[in-house]
């Protein structure tokens, strides 16, 4: 499976801290997307990095990208109660029986604490 | 723009009925993907579409059938409900594909008794 897996499962810190999330993956990519789920709520776009890009910034939020160890970061920095949400990432193949798919993983679930 | 639409919120099926969930959007978007959502599974594919139709199978497609008549609809058709297809049911729309971001509907809550 293409499927990324997202580390850690559960994530709880303080507000004002950084928030880091990891996520790998199989196979070789056209991007990665992570993206963003309150609550009982759909599915939110945060950031897309493509392959050839090894790091990307949008506001409070940094991801990178390995493509030779096939894994993401992404970072959040001075955390607040309103971050508390989980957190997915999603690829989707490059070539293959799985083009035009796209997988996410499990998800972090993280909890900001005021 | 209301985006992505899905109908209905809840729903509440005995083993064995039929239903079709209802996905549309208003955006002009070529891609469309059905996902369930299950506790401590991520999302899953159910299927997708490329365009108008044309649809094909994702992860988890048994019990499951779509078609694509139109570029703003994507229902999703559940032939004879089983209480494994419990789940949250997310369809999706991105402009051209699965490489692009994706814009989520607020979800279908299904339980199947």
């Known amino acids: 499976s293409q499927q990324g897996e997202e580390d850690p499962q559960a994530l709880s810190i303080q507000e004002g801290e950084n928030a880091t999330m990891n996520c790998s993956y199989k196979?070789?990519?056209?991007?990665l997307q992570w993206y963003r789920q309150n609550s009982g709520r759909g599915l939110v776009h945060l950031i897309l990095i493509r392959s050839n890009e090894r790091e990307k910034h949008s506001g409070r939020l940094r991801v990178t990208l390995d493509t030779s160890k096939k894994s993401s970061s992404l970072l959040i920095t001075a955390s607040r109660a309103a971050d508390t949400a989980s957190y997915f990432c999603?690829?989707?193949?490059?070539?293959?029986?799985?083009?035009?798919?796209?997988?996410f993983g499990r998800g972090t679930q993280l909890t900001v604490w005021p | 723009n209301a985006g992505v639409t899905q109908t209905p919120k809840f729903q509440v099926l005995k083993t064995g009925q039929s239903m079709t969930l209802q996905c549309a959007q208003d955006m002009n978007h070529e891609y469309m993907s059905w996902y369930r959502q299950d506790p401590g599974m991520g999302l899953r594919l159910i299927h997708y579409?490329?365009?108008?139709?044309?649809?094909d199978q994702g992860e988890v497609p048994n019990g499951y059938n779509v078609s694509r008549s139109t570029t703003e609809d994507f229902p999703l058709r559940l032939l004879s409900a089983a209480p494994s297809q419990t789940s949250v049911y997310f369809c999706?729309?991105?402009?051209?594909?699965?490489?692009?971001?994706?814009?989520f509907g607020p979800g279908t809550r299904l339980t199947v008794l």
């Open positions: 999603a690829t989707d193949a490059r070539r293959g029986s799985t083009l035009g798919r796209l997988y």
């Open positions: 999706a729309s991105s402009q051209t594909g699965s490489s692009d971001t994706q814009y």
């Open positions: 196979t070789s990519i056209n991007n």
């Open positions: 579409s490329v365009g108008a139709g044309i649809t």
